[in-house]
């Protein structure tokens, strides 16, 4: 069973700031299937980035991901007033990570 | 687009079972793999499993013994029932659509439904 662990479980941040979210496996994860969600209180989570680097559809640029193997990183260019929200990393459809808070300084 | 649609009650009592059914709208069932996840109060999302059209299944190691998925491909429906539940099963229940890409195989979560809450109390 492979464990996804995120890092940090808080960020507390300003609008504008670029933002580095991790997400790290405990065995190697094909990068075709390492996903990233944003989630707001009371909604489903969204994907954002699939195939570790891939957008979702609708997704703004500022969202990129990178990585490969055990280590993959979610990065917000510049934060915008929604972008505060928890976002998950989540393996082949199946187990997620912890999830990482991103809130207003 | 695919939409997805959770149902079932919302109080279950403790040591019986959970049954929730996922109903998939404007497409077909037969062309994907199909996810149950849950997130308790204030807490991360859980997966619990899924299933695919031909109704073989993946369930996660930790629920593995009380969960079961099943497919329905006439009602274009998915099931999900969780046997003697407790207070820790106490959640929001999502049903999912499990999307492998034809080019690629990139795979992913990229239609979820609203959302169930479920609560678990006598």
């Known amino acids: 069973e492979i464990v996804l662990t995120q890092s940090p479980g808080t960020l507390s941040l300003s609008l504008g700031e670029r933002v580095t979210l991790s997400c790290r496996a405990s065995q190697s994860v094909s990068s075709n299937s390492l996903a990233w969600y944003q989630q707001k209180p009371g909604q489903a989570p969204r994907p954002l980035i699939y195939g570790a680097s891939r957008r979702a559809t609708g997704i703004p640029d500022r969202f990129s991901g990178s990585g490969s193997g055990t280590d993959f990183t979610l990065t917000i260019s510049r934060l915008e007033p929604e972008d505060f929200a928890v976002y998950y990393c989540?393996?082949?459809?199946?187990?997620f990570g912890p999830g990482t808070k991103v809130d207003i300084k | 687009q695919v939409q997805l649609q959770e149902s079932g009650p919302g109080l279950v009592k403790p040591s019986e079972t959970l049954s929730l059914t996922c109903t998939v709208s404007g497409g077909s069932i037969s062309s994907s793999s199909w996810s149950w996840i849950r997130q308790p109060p204030g807490k991360g999302l859980e997966w619990i499993g899924y299933?695919?059209?031909?109704?073989?299944?993946n369930y996660n190691p930790s629920l593995q013994s009380r969960v079961a998925i099943s497919v329905d491909t006439s009602k274009n429906q998915f099931s999900l029932k969780v046997s003697s539940v407790t207070a820790a099963d106490t959640a929001v229940y999502y049903c999912?659509?499990?999307?492998?890409?034809?080019?690629?195989?990139?795979?992913?979560?990229?239609?979820w439904g609203k959302g169930t809450t479920v609560t678990v109390s006598s």
């Open positions: 999912a659509r499990r999307m492998v890409t034809s080019l690629y195989r990139y795979c992913y979560t990229d239609v």
């Open positions: 299933i695919y059209y031909s109704g073989n299944t």
């Open positions: 989540q393996q082949d459809g199946s187990s």
